[in-house]
Every structure is written in structure tokens, then in C-alpha cells.
């Protein structure tokens, strides 16, 4: 039976403020074929901690289009009252910037940083660089990383930035064509929204911004598996994504 080495995380109680020197992984031998894993599958399997950025350095200027973002603190309780434990807390996609470079250039402009500091943002699930600086944990990532500017707590305030796009999730069918009942675990997850905010666009190869043939109010359909996915407050679904996920405007 083939066998392939995994991490064990038994001695690790929370990732919160992990720093790689501290890190102890132990070795074991697990069937993959029980658990459907093949030998592929497992070549990308990292364990991630935050970069620790000692106590002698008070400061931090990203370089270019990098912006650093301090992140929202994880929640720790639902909204009534009941504590999470660290494996149900959802991992934050919102902070406050902190610091931003000088810009780049892109043809022969000058293209400032769009965000200032002190703005809330909204990022992308995956993307930068974790950070614990001055005891609390950062996001140093690029400009292009920001999917938008969230001024309040509730995700359909959000306003897109560069090429992207905010939708609302058109509800799943509750039935069937025949008439039957869908469960939750059946119901096909919909591709289809309303346009609910788009961005100022994207810049062309001489710094200059493109706007979006995308407007408000439109129903769209767009790609399966692309965007970030939030709840509202009214527990509706959106996702921000690239206007070029957008595959067709219906009508």
C-alpha cells in the first residue's frame, strides 16, 4: 500500500503567532488511498506561519505597489455571544492600511498607490505576505491584491478597486424542474448575480484607466469558481471578483 509522509500538528494548539523557528513537525505514515490523497495532491501541502519581524525595527516602508495592511482581529464569539473555538474562527479578509509605497510606473506614468493610509480594505483570501510586526499581525501584499474598500461592517457597502466587481449571488432553485425538493447539500451552487458595484477599471500599457463596460443593476453569469465569497449582513451571498470572470450579461 502506498504511503507518503504527512505533518502531524498534534503539539501545535493554534497557528495564532506562530513563528518559523518554533515550528516542530513529526513525521507519520498514513494509507493514502483511505483517505483519497494521491502522491500529486500532497506536493504543494505547507505548513504556513507569520514572518516574526524582530523588536529593533519600529518601522516598515513597503517598496513599489506594496501596501501593508494591519489585519482585522479574528472574531472570537458569534453574534450571540457563544465563544468559537480557534478551528470554527474564520479567518479575517480585512484590515486597516498602514503604510504604502511610493507607487510604479507603467509606460511612462507615474501610478500612485490607490488606497491611503487609515482605509479599510477588503483582500484576497490567499494573497500576500503574514507578519507579525510590533505585536500584531500584518499583510505586506501588492495593490492589485486589494479587492476594495469596505468603509462599514456590512459587504454590500463595498467599493471594488481597479477591475473588479461586486455581485449579489442569485438564490439557489429550492426545487427541481420536476417539482422536487432540493436539500441544501443538493442545491446546484448558481453562477448568476446582479452587479452590485463595479471598480474604476484597469490601467492600459501607458498607466491610464480602462472603465468597465459593466454597470449596476446588470444580472450577469460568471465563472464557477472565481471571486471571493462573503455573507451580508442580511445573510444574502456576494462575491467580488475580475470583470474578466464575467462570462455574459443576461437580460
Not at 480557534?86 to 511612462?108: H, I
Amino acid at each position: 500500500m502506498a504511503t507518503a509522509p504527512a505533518i502531524s500538528t498534534r503539539s501545535l494548539p493554534s497557528f495564532e503567532g506562530l513563528r518559523p523557528s518554533t515550528v516542530r513537525a513529526s513525521l507519520v505514515r498514513l494509507p493514502l488511498r483511505a483517505a483519497g490523497l494521491t502522491q500529486r495532491s500532497l506536493r504543494g501541502l505547507v505548513v504556513r506561519a507569520a514572518t516574526s519581524i524582530g523588536p529593533k525595527y519600529t518601522s516598515l516602508k513597503p517598496l513599489a505597489d506594496r501596501v501593508l495592511v494591519k489585519i482585522k482581529t479574528v472574531e472570537e464569539k458569534t453574534g450571540g455571544g457563544i465563544l468559537l473555538p480557534t478551528t470554527a474562527q474564520t479567518k479575517p479578509q480585512g484590515g486597516e492600511v498602514v503604510a504604502v509605497g511610493e507607487g510604479r510606473t507603467v509606460g511612462k506614468n507615474k501610478v500612485d498607490i490607490g488606497v491611503k493610509t487609515g482605509t479599510s480594505v477588503v483582500y484576497s483570501k490567499y494573497a500576500g505576505t503574514e507578519l507579525e510586526f510590533n505585536g500584531s499581525n500584518h499583510l505586506i501584499l501588492k495593490e492589485d491584491d486589494i479587492v476594495g474598500i469596505l468603509e462599514t461592517d456590512d459587504i454590500k457597502d463595498l467599493k471594488p478597486l481597479n477591475d473588479r466587481v461586486l455581485i449579489k449571488v442569485a438564490v439557489a432553485e429550492e426545487k427541481t424542474a420536476g417539482g422536487l425538493l432540493l436539500t441544501e447539500a443538493t442545491k446546484e451552487k448558481p453562477s448568476i448575480g446582479t452587479v452590485i458595484a463595479v471598480g474604476p477599471g484597469s490601467l492600459d500599457g501607458e498607466g491610464n484607466r480602462k472603465p468597465l463596460s459593466l454597470s449596476p443593476g446588470s444580472t450577469i453569469m460568471y465563472s464557477k469558481y472565481a471571486g471571493n465569497e462573503f455573507k451580508g449582513s442580511d445573510g444574502s451571498d456576494y462575491i467580488a471578483l475580475r470583470a474578466s470572470d464575467v462570462m455574459a450579461v443576461l437580460s
